[in-house]
């Protein structure tokens, strides 16, 4: 299957300061990547979709002004989350849009990254 | 609106045994996939298994295997001779290609512990 990296895997910091994750397709190209947030023993819960080229799109009640998400390259996904507090800490997916293998849909998902804010 | 649901939170099996888990789903599209992934205590979500709607040849893997109910809108997985390292949590998925930008609608998952 498709890899798909993401870096780091996990990071702790200060409340106040700014993290960015980034998410890789290593071996295809994919203009739609999406971001997750996970709790514990939950479904993922979608926070914004990620478009090459153009402006992410976020789910209801998700503050774009705080999780910062660039779309560089076909193969690049950036979420920054600014001003960190406690109650973001979380653990945090990435996936990217595979469509091209004999036109057969799927998503690859990165490893995940883990985040404590203190 | 999409909606996928599994009817069992946790599930258990003994080793070697045969184990399957329910996912229904709800959709007014024609053209869709479903899928079954699997998260261990990794938290790396991982592909099992993929069924094309139009398909009605139920999709296999190995020792995992669907039951695709296109009128019922159901899509339980089986797991043959079960092993340690299936125990995991296991997400069903649900994604309409052409509809909603190709995100996809997770189930609440169903943690499955296999026993020695």
């Known amino acids: 299957g498709a890899v798909v990296s993401q870096h780091p895997s996990w990071v702790i910091c200060k409340s106040g300061t700014s993290v960015k994750i980034e998410c890789r397709s290593l071996d295809f190209q994919a203009t739609t990547m999406f971001w997750y947030r996970q709790f514990p023993k939950q479904s993922l819960m979608l926070m914004a979709t990620?478009?090459?080229?153009?402006?992410?799109?976020?789910e209801q009640g998700v503050e774009k002004d705080k999780f910062l998400i660039n779309h560089a390259s076909l193969t690049l996904s950036t979420l920054t989350v600014t001003s960190a507090h406690p109650e973001d800490s979380s653990f945090y997916i990435c996936s990217a849009r595979d469509t091209g293998r004999g036109g057969l849909e799927t998503q690859y998902f990165g490893p995940g990254t883990r985040l404590l804010v203190l | 609106a999409q909606t996928v649901t599994q009817s069992q939170p946790e599930m258990s099996v003994q080793e070697a045994e045969t184990v399957t888990l329910s996912c229904t789903y709800d959709t007014s599209e024609n053209n869709y996939y479903l899928f079954w992934y699997k998260q261990p205590p990794s938290r790396q979500m991982i592909l099992v298994i993929r069924?094309?709607?139009?398909?009605?040849q139920n999709a296999t893997e190995n020792r995992f295997s669907v039951n695709f109910q296109k009128a019922a809108k159901s899509f339980s997985l089986k797991i043959s001779d079960s092993q340690l390292g299936d125990t995991a949590m296991y997400f069903c998925a649900f994604m309409a290609p052409n509809t909603n930008a190709g995100k996809s609608t997770f189930g609440d998952g169903t943690t499955l512990t296999v026993k020695p």
């Open positions: 069924q094309e709607a139009y398909k009605q």
């Open positions: 990620s478009n090459e080229g153009s402006k992410a799109t976020y």
